[in-house]
C-alpha cells in the first residue's frame, strides 16, 4: 500500500528563512538522527526518526546514519560550453573572452558536440551535489537545445538560454535583433515549463548587445512574464568603464539595462562586483537577484563582491552563489562557499557556515524564484538532495570527529563540522545526489 513511498534516514540539515537577517537558530533545522519521506519524488515528511518510525513501519528506509543530508546545491550561474576550458591561463575578462571563451563556444554550432559537452557538464555537477543550475548556453540555439535534451533525459530542474549576442564579438559567433528574437521566442515555447525545465532571456553582457538587441529581450520579457532574464554585470573595472563610453546616455551599467526593460523580480545578474551604492538600492528596490561568484572573481582577478551590502538591511538583495564555470575554478559549491568566506574574510567580514548553507540551497532558490519547488525539506518540495560525508578524507575525518552516528550534535556543534566540510570539501564530500527521490547513477 506505500509502494510509492520511500525513507532516508540520516542526520539533515536545512535553511527555512534568511540567516543574514534572522537569528541562526529560527533559520536552521538540525535533525541529529532524523527520517525524511518521499512520496512520488516530492517530499512528504522530515521529523526525527523516533517520532516517524512507528507511523511509516512499511516503508522501506535507506540507512545513511553516518552521513548528513541536505537540500541539492543550486547554482546561480555557470557556462556549460566553458567546461571544457576551465582554468585557462594568464587574462582578465575581455581578454579572456577573446583568447579563450570565443574560440570554444565556436564549436557548438556543431549540435553533437553541444550534446557530447553537456553530458560531461551534467555528470560533473551532479557529482558535486549540484541539482539545479542557472546557465548559459551559446549564441547557436543548437546548443540551447541540446543542453535541454540531456537535463530533460536526467528528470532534472535547470534554467537555461540561447545567448543573445551581436555587436564586438566575432561574426562566427554572433546574431542580430531579429534573429535573436525569432530564435529565442522559438526555444521558449519549445522548453519553458516542459518537464522541469525553465527559460531564460541571455543576452551576454551589455558590451556584446546593441540597445537594439537589449530592446528585443525586454519585449521577449514583456511577451513571456514567466521566463527570466540573465546575464552579466559590473564584472572588471576595464568593462565597466567601456559600457559608461558606449552608453554615454545611461546614469550606470545597470541602467542600460533597466531602460531595456530587463531589471525585475526574474532577473539574475552575475557578479556585480563593481556596483555602486546607487545600483545596489536599486536592484533591492526591483527585487532582482545577484549570483555571487566568488572562484571566479578572484581568477580573472574582478575583485571581491561585497557581500555585506548585499545583504544589509537598508539595501536587501536575493543573492545565490555561482561557480562561474569556465571563468570560476570547480563545479563544486562546496568549494565555492569556502572562496565566498576568504572573498569575506578580505574585506572584513564574516560568513558564518550557515549563512553560506543558505546561499548554496534556499538562497539559491529564493533567486531563482524557485522557493515552492526547492531549497530545503519543507512538504510538497520536490525531493532533490546530497548525501555528504563530512569526513570524506582522511583530514576530514580528524577534523570532524564530532560526526559521528554516536551522539547527536548541538547546533554549535553541527556549525562548526558544516565549516570544516565547506572549507575542505571537494566532490568527494558528496557521497549521494538524489533527484527527485531518485539515486542518481554514472556510468562512468
Ligand atoms: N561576461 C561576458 N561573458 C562572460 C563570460 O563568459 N564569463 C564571465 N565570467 N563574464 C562574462
Ligand atoms: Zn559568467
Same mark, same amino acid.
Given at each position: 500500500?506505500?509502494?510509492?513511498? #520511500?525513507?532516508?534516514?540520516?542526520?539533515? +540539515?536545512?535553511?527555512?528563512?534568511?540567516?543574514?537577517?534572522?537569528?541562526?537558530?529560527?533559520?536552521?533545522?538540525?535533525?541529529?538522527?532524523?527520517?525524511?519521506?518521499?512520496?512520488?519524488?516530492?517530499?512528504?515528511?522530515?521529523?526525527?526518526?523516533?517520532?516517524?518510525?512507528?507511523?511509516?513501519?512499511?516503508?522501506?528506509?535507506?540507512?545513511?546514519?553516518?552521513?548528513?543530508?541536505?537540500?541539492?546545491?543550486?547554482?546561480?550561474?555557470?557556462?556549460?560550453? #566553458?567546461?571544457?576550458?576551465?582554468?585557462?591561463?594568464?587574462?582578465?575578462?575581455?581578454?579572456?573572452?577573446?583568447?579563450?571563451?570565443?574560440?570554444?563556444?565556436?564549436?557548438?554550432?556543431?549540435?553533437?558536440?553541444? !550534446?557530447?559537452?553537456?553530458?560531461?557538464?551534467?555528470?560533473?555537477?551532479?557529482?558535486?551535489?549540484?541539482?539545479?543550475?542557472?546557465?548559459?548556453?551559446?549564441?547557436?540555439?543548437?546548443?540551447?537545445?541540446?543542453?535541454?535534451?540531456?537535463?530533460?533525459?536526467?528528470?532534472?530542474?535547470?534554467?537555461?538560454?540561447?545567448? +543573445?549576442?551581436?555587436?564586438?564579438?566575432?561574426?562566427?559567433?554572433?546574431?542580430?535583433?531579429?534573429?535573436?528574437?525569432?530564435?529565442?521566442?522559438?526555444?521558449?515555447?519549445?522548453? /519553458?515549463?516542459?518537464?522541469?525545465?525553465?527559460?531564460?532571456?541571455?543576452?551576454?553582457? !551589455?558590451?556584446?548587445?546593441?540597445?537594439?538587441?537589449?530592446?528585443?529581450?525586454?519585449?521577449?520579457?514583456?511577451?513571456?512574464?514567466?521566463?527570466?532574464?540573465?546575464? /552579466?554585470?559590473?564584472?572588471?573595472?576595464?568593462?565597466?568603464?567601456?559600457?559608461?563610453?558606449?552608453?554615454?546616455?545611461?546614469?550606470?551599467?545597470?541602467?542600460?539595462?533597466?531602460?531595456?526593460?530587463?531589471?525585475?523580480?526574474?532577473?539574475?545578474?552575475?557578479?556585480?562586483?563593481?556596483?555602486?551604492?546607487?545600483?545596489?538600492?536599486?536592484?533591492?528596490?526591483?527585487?532582482?537577484?545577484?549570483?555571487?561568484?566568488?572562484?571566479?572573481?578572484?581568477?580573472?582577478?574582478?575583485?571581491?563582491?561585497?557581500?555585506?551590502?548585499?545583504?544589509?538591511?537598508?539595501?536587501?538583495?536575493?543573492?545565490?552563489?555561482?561557480?562561474?564555470?569556465?571563468?570560476?575554478?570547480?563545479?563544486?559549491?562546496?568549494?565555492?562557499?569556502?572562496?565566498?568566506? #576568504?572573498?569575506?574574510? +578580505?574585506?572584513?567580514?564574516?560568513?558564518?557556515?550557515?549563512?553560506?548553507?543558505?546561499?548554496?540551497?534556499?538562497?539559491?532558490?529564493?533567486?531563482?524564484?524557485?522557493?515552492?519547488?526547492?531549497?530545503?525539506?519543507?512538504?510538497?518540495?520536490?525531493?532533490?538532495?546530497?548525501?555528504?560525508?563530512?569526513?570524506?578524507?582522511?583530514?576530514?575525518?580528524?577534523?570532524?570527529?564530532?560526526?559521528?552516528?554516536?551522539?547527536?550534535?548541538?547546533?554549535?556543534?553541527? !556549525?562548526?563540522?558544516?565549516?570544516?566540510?565547506?572549507?575542505?570539501?571537494?566532490?568527494?564530500?558528496?557521497?549521494?545526489?538524489?533527484?527527485?527521490?531518485?539515486?542518481?547513477?554514472?556510468?562512468?
Amino acid at each position: 500500500p506505500n509502494s510509492t513511498l #520511500q525513507g532516508f534516514r540520516a542526520s539533515f +540539515l536545512d535553511a527555512i528563512a534568511d540567516p543574514f537577517y534572522m537569528p541562526e537558530s529560527e533559520c536552521i533545522r538540525y535533525f541529529g538522527d532524523g527520517l525524511l519521506i518521499v512520496e512520488d519524488g516530492k517530499v512528504k515528511e522530515i521529523g526525527n526518526y523516533a517520532d516517524l518510525q512507528a507511523k511509516y513501519a512499511e516503508v522501506d528506509i535507506a540507512d545513511y546514519r553516518d552521513r548528513l543530508i541536505v537540500s541539492g546545491f543550486i547554482d546561480t550561474h555557470i557556462h556549460f560550453p #566553458q567546461t571544457e576550458m576551465i582554468a585557462s591561463y594568464g587574462e582578465q575578462l575581455l581578454e579572456w573572452l577573446s583568447t579563450y571563451t570565443f574560440p570554444t563556444e565556436r564549436k557548438f554550432s556543431d549540435r553533437q558536440y553541444a !550534446a557530447d559537452i553537456a553530458e560531461i557538464f551534467l555528470d560533473e555537477l551532479l557529482r558535486n551535489g549540484t541539482t539545479t543550475a542557472l546557465v548559459f548556453t551559446t549564441v547557436f540555439p543548437q546548443s540551447t537545445d541540446a543542453f535541454f535534451e540531456a537535463a530533460q533525459r536526467r528528470n532534472l530542474r535547470m534554467i537555461a538560454g540561447k545567448v +543573445l549576442m551581436d555587436c564586438h564579438a566575432p561574426d562566427y559567433l554572433t546574431d542580430t535583433a531579429t534573429s535573436s528574437y525569432t530564435e529565442t521566442k522559438q526555444l521558449i515555447e519549445k522548453w /519553458h515549463k516542459c518537464d522541469r525545465l525553465l527559460y531564460a532571456v541571455t543576452p551576454r553582457f !551589455a558590451v556584446t548587445s546593441s540597445s537594439e538587441q537589449l530592446s528585443v529581450a525586454g519585449r521577449l520579457l514583456q511577451e513571456f512574464p514567466d521566463v527570466y532574464l540573465h546575464t /552579466h554585470l559590473s564584472e572588471n573595472v576595464k568593462e565597466v568603464a567601456y559600457i559608461a563610453e558606449a552608453f554615454p546616455e545611461s546614469k550606470g551599467y545597470l541602467d542600460v539595462y533597466d531602460q531595456a526593460g530587463l531589471v525585475g523580480e526574474r532577473s539574475i545578474f552575475a557578479h556585480g562586483v563593481q556596483l555602486t551604492d546607487q545600483e545596489f538600492a536599486r536592484l533591492a528596490e526591483t527585487k532582482s537577484a545577484i549570483a555571487f561568484c566568488p572562484t571566479s572573481n578572484m581568477f580573472l582577478g574582478s575583485g571581491l563582491f561585497k557581500i555585506e551590502k548585499a545583504k544589509s538591511v537598508e539595501t536587501p538583495i536575493k543573492v545565490g552563489l555561482g561557480t562561474d564555470v569556465g571563468a570560476g575554478t570547480s563545479f563544486s559549491i562546496l568549494r565555492t562557499a569556502c572562496a565566498a568566506y #576568504q572573498v569575506a574574510q +578580505l574585506r572584513s567580514q564574516k560568513l558564518s557556515p550557515f549563512q553560506a548553507l543558505f546561499l548554496a540551497t534556499l538562497g539559491g532558490a529564493r533567486a531563482l524564484c524557485l522557493e515552492d519547488q526547492l531549497g530545503n525539506f519543507e512538504t510538497g518540495k520536490e525531493a532533490d538532495f546530497v548525501v555528504l560525508n563530512p569526513r570524506s578524507t582522511a583530514i576530514m575525518a580528524l577534523r570532524n570527529q564530532l560526526f559521528n552516528s554516536n551522539h547527536p550534535l548541538t547546533l554549535p556543534e553541527v !556549525a562548526d563540522q558544516l565549516f570544516a566540510t565547506l572549507i575542505m570539501g571537494d566532490d568527494r564530500a558528496i557521497a549521494a545526489t538524489y533527484i527527485m527521490g531518485e539515486l542518481v547513477k554514472f556510468n562512468q
